[in-house]
């Protein structure tokens, strides 16, 4: 696999993550929703931890800055 998730995009995708692991946890969502938020928050942490994003290849972005070699 070949990171395309970049430095910032890492930080707000675990700061998301956290936020939603948090309202997933907290029991103030119930239902359906607390289960999707909760599972939200798991996928952006994950990802970030493996700076890899499948749906970024899909799409063709790529946040991750490639240092050239000399």
């Known amino acids: 696999m070949k990171k395309n998730i ?3 995009d890492r ?3 675990v700061m998301i993550g956290v936020i939603a692991l948090i309202f997933g946890l907290s ?3 119930e ?3 607390k289960w999707v938020v909760f599972g939200v928050g798991a996928i952006m942490i994950l990802t970030a931890s493996i700076q890899f ?3 970024y290849t899909l799409l063709g972005i790529n946040t ?3 240092k ?3």
């Open 53 to 55: 994003c499948p749906l």
């Open 6 to 8: 970049g430095t910032g």
């Open 11 to 13: 930080f707000l995708r």
């Open 64 to 66: 991750c800055k490639i």
């Open 27 to 29: 029991g103030l969502l």
């Open 31 to 33: 239902g359906t929703l």
């Open 68 to 70: 050239e070699k000399k």
